[in-house]
């Protein structure tokens, strides 16, 4: 199997990450802070260690600023149902948000009586559109705003820094929360300038762990109202949560055998280092845009390339879709998946994004997302089954 679905999960994982898994259950599988037990020790040892290692690579202010999830749509929850808005207030989301963030927003939109408004993208250049977003904040001051680091679909990524400069300026109280889940880690973010309050993160995306661990970065001095209260091996003679960072949000028992499995991942990380990381996949995806735009009846979907003939990095993550004149997205999915390779058709949970690309009534599109395991080979193989796809 060629598996070509990365945004969906990395896969496979460093070999690493499977040593230190088995390890994990094998030979030290406590519960971390609770007890004093050796293994509870060695557990919580090693969570602290995932921790500090967490806040190094995504750049977090501190280390107990790393607050983690079991998944990042569990820690989008929790920074948009904790930003306590109220009837009146305005939440601003990018076209581009995937329904971990758009149905929790839905959902104060029903409940809360909130305003929600879409950043302006202009459909000519993929570019935001700062001018009518500017005079959009001033008209209506953000209270949220939500803005992907990288679009799941078609791998654009807008200007975060500028939206959320925009969106302090219209409102210095405004939140601004970040969607690193495709990104995190290989495409840093500055977390200590009071931009961004919020960064999520997925283990098992970017940073190449198992599943099951995820989180957010609080980077600012902004803290979200909690919604999942618990025990936390802390302060247990209070029914009342703990104030302190990361205990007030992380109530249940930790997924230990997740951490452990993300601590050796981020280790390899490091160790390969992001820029090696982030040349190799996007090398590898221009190849397949190179190759797959010269093929008769294929539409792609990925940002305008610039005049020097490549798409600039700012831009760009190396996600593509693409669909072929006559085939239906999940047909194309069956028929490459027949041929022993793996992507994605559909919607990708990611509605508006399709509306805004013009892909919602004909079911979506099909994406190709690479990783660091895939290679040139690969590419070549997806394009030479979809030639003969096409030619029939």
Request: hydrophobic content about 40%; proline content about 7%; overall charge neutral.
């Amino acid at each position: 199997m060629i598996y070509l679905d990365n945004a969906a999960t990395t896969f496979p994982k460093p070999e690493v990450v499977y040593r230190a898994a088995d390890e994990f259950y094998r030979h030290y599988g406590g519960n971390a802070g609770r007890g004093a037990n050796p293994l509870a020790r060695k557990c919580a040892q090693l969570l602290e260690e995932t921790r500090a290692l967490l806040a190094d690579w995504l750049g977090a202010p501190a280390p107990e600023r790393v607050v983690l999830t079991p998944s990042a749509t569990i820690a989008l929850n929790m920074a948009i149902l904790g930003a306590d808005l109220r009837p009146g207030d305005t939440v601003y989301v990018t076209p581009f948000e995937h329904n971990s963030v758009l149905r929790p927003v839905e959902h104060l939109r029903r409940t809360r009586g909130v305003r929600v408004e879409e950043i302006p993208f202009d459909r000519r250049t993929w570019a935001c559109d700062l001018d009518r977003l500017t005079a959009a904040f001033q008209a209506n001051p953000p209270t949220l705003v939500c803005v992907t680091q990288a679009s799941n679909i078609c791998g654009l990524m807008p200007p975060v820094v500028e939206i959320a400069r925009h969106a302090k300026a219209a409102n210095p109280r405004a939140v601004v929360v970040v969607d690193g889940a495709q990104t995190a880690g290989l495409y840093p973010l500055s977390l200590g300038d009071g931009l961004i309050d919020a960064l999520i993160f997925s283990g098992h995306k970017s940073l190449y762990g198992p599943y099951g661990v995820a989180g957010l970065v609080l980077a600012s001095d902004w803290r979200p109202a909690p919604i999942l209260l618990g025990g936390t091996g802390t302060f247990s003679e209070s029914v009342a949560m703990p104030n302190g960072l990361p205990s007030a949000y992380e109530p249940g028992s930790h997924n230990i055998w997740a951490v452990a499995g993300l601590r050796a991942a981020l280790e390899w990380l490091r160790e390969t280092g992001r820029e090696a990381i982030v040349s190799h996949t996007l090398e590898l995806a221009q190849s397949l845009r190179d190759r797959l735009s010269r093929i008769p009846g294929v539409t792609l979907y990925a940002p305008p390339e610039s005049r020097g003939g490549a798409t600039p990095r700012s831009d760009w993550c190396g996600i593509l879709a693409f669909n072929v004149e006559g085939i239906a997205p999940q047909a194309l999915e069956a028929a490459l998946g027949a041929r022993g390779i793996a992507v994605r058709a559909g919607l990708h949970c990611a509605p508006w994004a399709h509306r805004w690309l013009g892909t919602l009534e004909e079911g979506g599109a099909v994406r190709v997302s690479v990783g660091w395991f895939n290679s040139e080979k690969h590419i070549g193989s997806l394009v030479q089954r979809v030639q003969s796809l096409e030619r029939r």
